[in-house]
């Protein structure tokens, strides 16, 4: 068992900055793929960013890239994304997924993560 625990949303104004957290905890040894995702009131989950869970090959989808981070923080198992230049158009409940297994498969199709954490809400004003 993965446990997920998101922390860092809130109220931000547009043009504004947050920093996402995600702690995994439990089998975190079987974990090999770590990303965001976001889902909006009436729409389908997408995906945000994806970072391996040792570190690198960072992947952004079009809407956030230049604009938002994904990162790893070995010493606190943790998986941060940084957000800027935040638009009324990011507001959504924000998750982090987990992928375990031996299969080192890159994807950004939610149906393919184990483990979630419970979501944090993220708004942005105009």
């Known amino acids: 068992q993965v446990q997920l625990v998101e922390s860092g949303g809130g109220l931000v104004q547009a043009g504004g900055s947050l920093r996402l957290s995600c702690a995994a905890s439990g089998r975190t040894s079987s974990i090999y793929l770590m990303a965001w995702f976001r889902q909006a009131p009436g729409k389908e989950r997408e995906f945000v960013a994806r970072?391996?869970?040792?570190?690198?090959?960072?992947y952004y989808a079009d809407s956030v890239k230049g604009r938002f981070t994904i990162s790893r923080d070995n010493a606190k198992n943790t998986v941060n994304l940084q957000m800027n230049s935040l638009k009324p158009e990011d507001t959504a409940v924000y998750y982090c997924?987990?992928?375990?297994?031996?299969?080192?498969?890159?994807?950004?199709?939610?149906?393919?993560?184990?483990?979630w954490g419970q979501g944090t809400q993220v708004t942005v004003s105009s």
């Open positions: 997924a987990a992928r375990l297994g031996m299969a080192m498969v890159l994807t950004n199709t939610p149906m393919e993560y184990n483990y």
């Open positions: 970072i391996w869970w040792s570190g690198g090959s960072e």
